[in-house]
């Protein structure tokens, strides 16, 4: 009884630790960065992952003005890179390779 209990808990650490990461997460996919704009309280992670076969990069900043905050590549699929947002504000962040794509992260 007692290991089925310690299951029971191990496994309802995993499902709050995986929800946890999924509201912090961003996917890059079909060229767009999902979800587009994110809201985190000051001091929390966020993890962009490549669901792409290709590179794509995660620029803090606008292509005319990258800030140099942050400047992760993301080789291919299932690459992943990360970083802490510790004062609050609004970060910007695009693709070098594809411009197009842009996000943003709203610290609060």
Known sequence: MQLRG???GWAIAVAAA???DAATGVNVQLFQF???AIAVKSGERVTWTNQDDIEHTVTA???AEPDGRFDFTLDGKGTTASTAFP???TYT???RRHQHMRG???VN
């Open 61 to 63: 900043g606008v292509p």
């Open 104 to 106: 943003e992260v709203k």
């Open 93 to 95: 962040y695009f693709c």
């Open 18 to 20: 995986t929800a946890a």
């Open 87 to 89: 004062t609050p504000g």
């Open 34 to 36: 999902r979800p587009g």
């Open 6 to 8: 310690v299951a029971i």
